[in-house]
């Protein structure tokens, strides 16, 4: 589960949570912000993990799965 809000410090996290659990993909939250994720595709391309859902919100409701096209089009907007 990575902060969408962190900037690049979700690399750092990332690694070091692979590291010691053998991550299978990512979940990131707070996308219902200003954030827009960005950094989460340094840790996509640098550990090769899918993102794999999205919170909205904050509540179980907000939590939808990953739909690629609509986050690059929300992080080019």
């Known amino acids: ?3 969408s809000t962190i900037g690049q410090n979700a690399i750092v996290q990332a ?4 590291r010691f659990s053998g991550l299978t993909g990512v979940f990131l939250t ?5 954030a827009r994720g960005g950094s989460v595709l340094a840790v ?7 993102i794999k859902f999205v919170g909205l919100g904050e509540t179980e409701k907000d939590i939808m799965e ?3 096209e609509a986050f690059v089009e929300a992080l080019l907007s």
Do not use: I, M, Y
């Open 1 to 3: 589960v990575l902060d």
């Open 30 to 34: 707070k996308l219902d912000g200003t």
């Open 44 to 50: 996509v391309e640098e550990l090769k993990l899918p």
């Open 15 to 18: 690694r070091e949570f692979n």
């Open 66 to 68: 990953f739909e690629p």
